[in-house]
């Protein structure tokens, strides 16, 4: 199994970790789960964050073939459109967009005019799809029950996870989002951990467990089994969903989850600009 070079981008404003994962025998790459920094106070975007991968992978001399997305996510702007317009790729999310888009052009009335057939993406990758990176092939996991989109991108001997595991000292994604479900979840984790037990993960966020003092975003499937907080050691459907169900009823809603979600609905793309060439994003009132 061919093992791919994979370099990490921390964005500490939303501990978020996106990659690069190049092919070992190429310059083909990918680039997982990009940010796009925002300010929630003034509205203001800023592209520092994408802008270090794009250096990068121009220094590196790297060719992006795709742009993958995990998920729409809740706690973060995707920079996915700004990074194509600089290097090129495909931008590819799970086919089950569609539900997220047709639940959250509801809640933000959006209208008729935005799309929710997925088409604001390139590719909408469906469970068992395989795609390569250069000569390195990729294999999609449908893992939902953090949102019903989540992919699992499983490419050589790298499982990259989005939300749905974090590291074993820190457990596992919120379940109670609109289409979440910790039943879901569980049965989406037992497919990751089917994979061999040598099998790096890739982490989509870290917050340094209490006791930990460094940020990490690497472990193993074997690692998870033995030792993840919330569903290692053999942890049964029926205790798993009591704990997580329990604690997601504690959890405040992410900061960013209001502009985050009308975003990362389009592929990362704002909303269409009025007659005056601005951009408005809505906050409803009482939806949440």
């Known amino acids: 199994m061919m093992t791919p070079e994979v370099t990490a981008f921390f964005d500490e404003a939303t501990n978020t970790i996106s990659y690069v994962v190049r092919d070992p025998e190429g310059s083909a790459c990918a680039i997982v789960d990009s940010v796009l920094d925002f300010d929630y106070a003034s509205g203001r975007t800023d592209t520092r964050s994408a802008d270090a991968i794009i250096s990068f992978v121009k220094e590196k001399g790297y060719k992006v073939d795709w742009l993958l997305e995990s998920h729409v996510h809740a706690d973060h702007l995707s920079a996915a459109p700004y990074i194509q317009r600089e290097l090129g ?21 959006e209208g008729t005019e935005f799309q929710r057939d997925g088409s604001q ?39 990259f996870v989005g939300d749905t595991l974090f590291m074993p000292d820190f457990g596992t994604a919120r379940c109670d989002f609109p289409g979440g479900s910790s039943e879901t979840l569980y049965a989406s984790i037992q497919k990751i951990l089917a994979l061999p037990d040598e099998t790096r993960i890739f982490v989509g966020h870290d917050y340094k467990a209490p006791g930990r003092d460094d940020y990490a975003w690497e ?10 907080i919330h569903i290692g050691s053999g942890k049964s459907a029926e205790e798993f969903v009591a704990m997580r169900d329990a604690r997601d009823a504690t959890l405040a809603m992410p900061k960013l989850i209001i502009p985050s979600l009308q975003v990362n609905m389009r592929a990362g793309q704002m909303p269409p600009a009025d007659e005056k060439g601005d951009v408005f994003l809505k906050v409803p009132v009482n939806k949440l």
Do not use: M
């Not at 472990?219 to 993840?228: D, F, I, R, Y």
């Open 219 to 228: 472990t193993t499937v074997g690692e998870q089994k033995a030792l993840n």
């Open 89 to 109: 790729g495909k931008i590819g999310i799970g086919e089950r967009i569609t539900v997220v888009q047709d639940t959250f052009g509801k809640v933000f009335n």
């Open 121 to 159: 993406f390139d590719k909408l990758f469906q469970e068992g799809d395989s795609f390569h990176i250069g000569q390195l092939r990729g294999d999609v996991l449908h893992t939902p029950g953090h949102t019903p989109a989540c992919l699992t991108y499983v490419i050589g001997d790298a499982a």
